[in-house]
């Protein structure tokens, strides 16, 4: 009878502490004077049902909210988001203007990501000479090198009846091309022709699985601590990405153990010494050399700079190759960054300082209220939405490398400052000037040797065209990639 009553008053209290919740978010909670959903604004579960279920659907469903409830909405329990381009520079300030990441959404992949701004600034200031300009243009003939290496083994397809995997082959030559920049070393994926070899498929498993790891943030200690052999058959993409991570760590502790006994990293006097080389050489605290915060480093290097590239380099060739009159046009790079969106999930920011103000713009329209946003609140924006904005790109789903220029021709810079493919900011992506590096010049190089040859073979549109948000774009799950022939 005891026990019984016991559960009874349990049960009782859990309901009472829920109703309450429930109570606090809607009507007491700092945000509840925000616009959305009520189901958003009183649990995460209803994030997890478009993100985790339905599979990578939120992004699409906060259009939907904006569209009937403004600029400015409400998420979920402690989370804003705005579809406003005016507000860009405000949300993602440079210069002393500190911005914390969302923690929630920062350890998604099994990564801590840099969360504070300070710490941020820590990190980024060891390393942000090897991504300036200048130290990019030095390690061009490296590049080209990779990018000679990649129109030869494309080559080697001329007359094939079997199509190559252009994505696949892009993905073979950013890795390539990060991995020597960061490592000093190449993991030679463009050696194999048939460009099987690459991180493309544990990557995405990974990002397949963000918004679980999000919900039940225990899931990935607790594979790590079962063996390899259980988690292959009990997840196998979780086994897949696990391993990709692992092999991250076995790198750290190479380089670690060459540091110690005096060896250099690389031998080749045409390459700098390495980001990683430079990391333990910094003057950066011993906190921060650790392989455990290193190896995440490391994840956060190649993922970001591998298949981000890549896809943007497949969305270029794909959209060219579907429309001939696009070939000779000038901005094909820019355009391809506006519809291959870097990362496609939102980028939260948080102002840890002081409230920030959010005034509707004048397309937005001046009946619309302005919001104080409160201190400590995240605070997100989307280049999914930003980039299809019909005020700002009119028939945005074209790609038409056309709208970058002005009436004489020349180059109109008012758009790009609505373009956020790297973010922007203080915290916007470090590898930016690479980026661009090996997208001017695989496009350049290879549409000016093979692009004749080239043919899309059973590729279209539902092949580019975003259908899942995974933090990083994807189309169809059942797609097999853009193919083509070289004839």
Not at 121 to 145: G, Q, T
Not at 210 to 233: C, E, H, R, T
Request: charge should be neutral.
């Amino acid at each position: 009878m005891l026990s019984s009553s016991i559960w009874v008053w349990a049960g009782a209290v859990i309901v009472a502490y829920l109703i309450a919740l429930v109570i606090h978010r809607l009507f007491f909670h700092p945000l509840s004077v925000f616009p959305g959903p009520k189901l958003a604004a009183v649990t995460v579960w209803y994030e997890f049902y478009y993100d985790g279920i339905k599979g990578g659907q939120y992004t699409f469903k906060i259009r939907e909210m904006h569209e009937k409830y403004g600029p400015i909405i409400r998420i979920s329990p402690n989370e804003l988001h705005c579809n406003d381009p005016s507000f860009i520079d405000t949300l993602y300030a440079g210069g002393s203007v500190r911005r914390d990441k969302y923690a929630y959404y920062a350890s998604q992949f099994g990564v801590f990501g840099t969360v504070h701004h300070n710490l941020h600034r820590l990190r980024r200031s060891a390393i942000n000479r090897f991504f300036s300009r200048a130290s990019v243009s030095k390690l061009e003939p490296m590049i080209h090198d990779k990018v000679d290496l990649l129109c030869k083994q494309l080559q080697t397809h001329l007359g094939d009846e079997n199509p190559v995997q252009l994505n696949m082959a892009f993905s073979c030559f950013t890795t390539d091309v990060v991995a020597t920049y960061a490592f000093a070393k190449s993991y030679d994926f463009l050696a194999d022709a048939s460009f099987e070899r690459n991180f493309h498929e544990p990557m995405m498993s990974g990002i397949r699985l963000g918004a679980y790891f999000k919900q039940f943030p225990f899931l990935i200690p607790l594979m790590n601590s079962l063996p390899d052999s259980w988690v292959a058959v009990l997840n196998p993409a979780m086994g897949r990405y696990l391993q990709w991570q692992r092999g991250f760590q076995t790198q750290i502790r190479e380089i670690k153990d060459k540091k110690e006994a005096g060896e250099i990293t690389s031998k080749d006097e045409k390459l700098h010494i390495s980001v990683f080389d430079e990391l333990l050489d910094s003057d950066l605290p011993d906190r921060e050399k650790t392989t455990a915060r290193l190896w995440q480093e490391c994840q956060a290097i190649i993922g970001a700079g591998t298949e981000t590239v890549a896809w943007t380099l497949s969305v270029i060739f794909f959209y060219v190759l579907n429309d001939r009159n696009v070939y000779d046009q000038l901005m094909v790079e820019l355009e391809g960054l506006r519809l291959s969106y870097g990362v496609s999930s939102r980028l939260q920011r948080i102002s840890p300082d002081g409230p920030m103000l959010y005034r509707p713009s004048d397309a937005i329209g001046a009946s619309k209220p302005e919001y104080v946003i409160p201190s400590g609140i995240p605070v997100g924006m989307t280049s999914v939405l930003l980039h299809h904005n019909p005020k700002l790109f009119p028939r945005s789903e074209k790609f038409d490398p056309q709208r970058w220029l002005d009436a004489q021709g020349r180059i109109d810079r008012t758009l790009e400052k609505y373009m956020v493919p790297f973010s922007r900011g203080s915290r916007q992506c470090v590898g930016i000037n690479l980026a661009h590096a090996e997208l001017f010049m695989v496009t350049g190089l290879l549409f000016r040797r093979l692009g004749p040859h080239l043919k899309l073979y059973e590729t279209g549109l539902d092949d580019v065209e975003i259908l899942h948000d995974f933090f990083m774009p994807t189309p169809r799950l059942d797609s097999k990639g853009i193919r083509a022939l070289l004839v």
